[in-house]
């Protein structure tokens, strides 16, 4: 659970400075005249470009962690409560095998 926290916290810093590059990059088309925050990105800004280009591989390698520890959570409490329904079924059985012996 601790880990995904820390993923939950991760992929929100991501978005957060995805969000701030986004506006950086709109604030910069303002003032060239450019309209659409495309435009010139490549041209005027290679490395805001660039960062942007490491957020997004760094967000999608995130969520797909995240989504694959959740999976991994839910197999482990699936599990989990196997093991405890045959011990449950186990335990039953040797109380009424005792049970019926003492009587």
Avoid: I, W
Wanted: overall charge negative.
């Amino acid at each position: 659970e601790g880990a995904n926290k820390a993923l939950e916290r991760g992929v929100h810093l991501q978005q957060a400075e995805a969000g701030n590059l986004q506006k950086q990059l709109q604030a910069q088309g303002g003032k060239s005249g450019g309209t659409a925050v495309g435009v010139g990105m490549s041209e005027l800004n290679p490395e805001l470009m660039e960062e942007l280009k490491t957020l997004r591989s760094e967000y999608s390698r995130l969520k797909e962690f995240e989504s694959k520890r959740e999976v991994d959570s839910v197999q482990r409490l699936e599990e989990s409560c196997d093991d405890a329904k045959r011990l449950s079924e186990r335990y039953k059985e040797q109380f009424f095998q005792t049970k019926s012996e003492l009587e």
